[in-house]
């Protein structure tokens, strides 16, 4: 179901009146109302509890659900996650927290050898669902430790689901759908979409979100705009950029399509090769790391299933293979934008 | 082990230079950051974490070292590289993204490299203890002279690799000193909050090393305390764990408005402040007189507005910069 389809199959409300959210407090939302319903949800990490979460979803649910339920942990990740494990695997339903992506790197061992990995040599047996929540991206000069996205390192390693929303709708939908799975879920979120009183938030993130559950299902891309020359594949940020760019390039009687992934693992491979099929043309932006990434994935999905879809060699336009650097000129050089989405769509033309 | 009166005035000379220099960072990271504030903006853009309140630890460890002893250090760094002769104007020109800077502004504020005096601070909390376990093995290994500290938060020194670095330490009994600095926060989380033991010394045992706690935040004390540390691993003894009590004046970054603190410890910070304590002090011992106090102060701030004045004028890198340095 897409972002339209899903507002449009929506139960409809009484005099609903439009509300839109930040990502942050869509987030927050879904996760008050999963522990209302099941007393097995509950939350872990670092200033999550009186502070709210430096990515500010998880204010007011320490005060609502106590400290019994949203625990602050020591710097501890490594204990931590891999007691979100344990503890998904006797019934619980963590949703553990850890601020930056770039921080997995001292606690990995419990995400993909044991989280990703529980229900496979287990035969199924030993469950691990649990959410694990983190921001990703730069832009906003953080430097080489707190800019990253790794999208394509958590990706490529199975067992474990990966997705981001790109807007407030889909995070609240998504998260639900997280919380309610019986696998891991690493659940992203981008930096310039949450909506920080600290940093810029792109307003496209910011969007109606009803006030009941409802759920947006995991592993399904979204057509977030429909084009007919050429298809661009993104998610979180990067879809604000396509959009933009898609924008500029109908001015020029470019018609462009906008491919949202939403998810990385599972990956929607009908929906893109779908648009591409129709459009003929692709180009994949990527804020991560260029080589050996998302990008790469999906150019390879395309030709692999029929590479006589392409009137033209895709592109794609990711970061290059460099650590993020910190001083403005040279990370904005690096970072994918609209006017490089919109030459790459003119050089097809 | 007591300080010498030159000794002692180094220490309030870098105290007040670093105080100041955090001052004109602050004044310089909200240029461009208001009424809106926006990490993202302004000539100083992306986390900074100030050092205030806590310089007593970083000069009373400093007056100990040279620049062959190696030292990663957390975060928090600032007052910590100055104390251990990081290049002032280098490192300012690096905070604001200078091609001049440190690392020739690939690195900012959080990473303060400088191989001249063997100093670097890093952005993922714990990851500096195995770093200064291996000099210190390397010193050792190759019958050098130099000794290596590791300084981390209270809330730092409930990571894993801690545990594991000291152990690594004590038992190829390696010339390293670990300096927990304890200024009760991590973050938003209070140490009881997140440690099981009140003092930290006492997990010194669980390596077998000494460990001792300083309470005061008085540089005198701790400079007492780093002393013993130091002379036994240059004697070759081994390592020694110290935790400092210390204070954060400041939030956790700037922007924070610290709303997890109780108010009487906020409305305390003046009170906590060490650099009035330590000037009366000096003071009162004659070490130095009101004047020369001034005098001092006014020569740490000129040393501090010469290197923004630097730094300010440097040139940023270009965008190509991006590319270089990625392999050596
Ligand atoms: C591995 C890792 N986890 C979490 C963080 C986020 N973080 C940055 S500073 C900090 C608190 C550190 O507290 P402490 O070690 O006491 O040092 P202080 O900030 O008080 O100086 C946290 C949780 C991080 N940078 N790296």
């Known amino acids: 179901m897409s972002f339209v389809e899903a507002i449009a199959a929506k139960p409809v409300q009484k005099n609903r009146n439009e509300r839109k959210l930040t990502i942050a407090k869509a987030l927050n939302e879904a996760i008050a109302q999963e522990m209302r319903r099941d007393k097995n949800v509950f939350l872990m990490g ?304 | 082990m007591q300080p010498t009166s030159k000794q002692r005035l180094w220490m309030y000379e870098t105290m007040v230079k670093s105080r100041y220099n955090e001052a004109r960072l602050s004044a310089t990271y909200m240029e461009g950051k208001s009424p809106l504030f926006n990490m993202a903006n302004g000539p100083l853009p992306g986390e900074m974490h100030l050092s205030d309140g806590q310089e007593p630890c970083a000069v009373g460890l400093g007056a100990h070292l040279t620049k062959d002893d190696y030292f990663a250090c957390h975060h928090r760094s600032h007052a910590q590289a100055l104390a251990k002769g990081v290049d002032l104007k280098r490192m300012t020109a690096e905070i604001l993204g200078r091609k001049a800077g440190l690392s020739e502004g690939r690195a900012g504020h959080i990473h303060i490299f400088d191989y001249e005096v063997l100093f670097w601070s890093s952005g993922i909390i714990g990851q500096n203890m195995g770093p200064a376990v291996g000099a210190a093995l390397a010193r050792k290994m190759r019958g050098e002279a130099g000794i290596a500290i590791a300084c981390i938060g209270e809330g730092g020194a409930n990571q894993g690799g801690f545990h594991e670095a000291m152990n690594l330490a004590a038992v190829w009994k390696l010339p390293f000193i670990c300096v927990i600095e304890d200024n009760q926060w991590a973050v938003s989380v209070p140490k009881a909050k997140s440690t099981a033991i009140a003092s930290n010394a006492d997990r010194a045992a669980a390596y077998g090393m000494p460990g001792e706690r300083v309470a005061s935040n008085d540089p005198d004390d701790i400079f007492a305390a780093v002393g013993r540390a130091v002379a036994r691993a240059r004697a070759g003894e081994g390592p020694s764990l110290l935790e400092l009590q210390t204070v954060r004046l400041q939030g956790h970054f700037m922007g924070d408005p610290e709303v997890y603190r109780p108010k009487a410890e906020i409305a305390a910070k003046p009170e906590m402040d060490p650099i009035p304590h330590y000037r009366r002090k000096l003071i009162a011992a004659g070490v130095m007189t009101e004047i020369e106090a001034e005098s001092i102060v006014a020569r740490a701030h000129a040393e501090v507005d010469e290197a923004f004045a630097f730094a300010r004028s440097a040139a940023e890198p270009v965008p190509e910069d991006a590319f270089d340095k990625v392999f050596v």
Request: aromatic residues 6%; charged residues 20%.
């Open chain 1, 46 to 349: 670092e200033d999550i509890g009186i502070l709210g979460a430096v990515w500010g979803y998880t204010g007011g649910l320490l005060a609502e659900f106590g400290e019994e339920r949203v625990r602050d942990t020591p710097i501890s990740e490594t204990a931590f996650i891999g007691a979100a494990v344990g503890a998904a695997n006797l019934g619980m339903r963590p949703i553990v927290e850890l601020m930056f992506v770039d921080f997995y790197g001292v606690c990995m061992d419990a995400i993909y050898n044991l989280a990703a990995k529980s229900s496979y040599h287990s035969a199924g047996t030993f469950k691990a669902p649990m959410v694990l929540t983190t921001a990703v991206g730069g832009g906003y000069s953080d430097s080489t430790q707190h800019s990253q996205c790794l999208y394509a390192t958590f990706a490529h390693l199975p067992g474990m689901k990966v997705v981001m929303p790109s807007n407030a709708y889909d995070a609240k939908g998504m998260m639900t759908s997280a919380i309610r799975d019986d696998n891991p879920v690493v659940f992203m979120m981008h930096k310039n979409l949450q909506g920080m009183g600290f940093l810029g938030t792109i307003q496209g993130a910011i969007v109606d979100v009803p006030e009941d559950s409802y759920t947006v299902p995991l592993g399904k891309a979204n057509v977030a705009r429909d084009g007919k020359d050429v298809t661009i594949v993104g998610l979180g940020m990067t879809v604000h950029q396509g959009l933009e760019a898609a924008k500029a390039l109908e001015k020029e009687g470019v018609s462009a399509e906008v491919v949202d992934l939403r998810s990385l693992a599972p990956l929607d491979r009908d929906t893109i090769c779908r648009s591409v099929q129709k459009t003929g043309r692709l180009i994949v932006v990527d804020d991560d790391y260029l080589s050996y990434g998302v990008t790469a994935e999906i150019i390879a999905t395309v030709t692999e299933r029929d590479i006589q879809a392409l009137k033209c060699s895709p592109k794609r336009i990711a970061f290059p293979d460099i650590p993020v650097p910190f001083a403005r000129p040279m990370e904005q050089h690096c970072l994918p934008n609209i006017q490089k989405i919109v030459a790459a769509a003119r050089s097809m033309m």
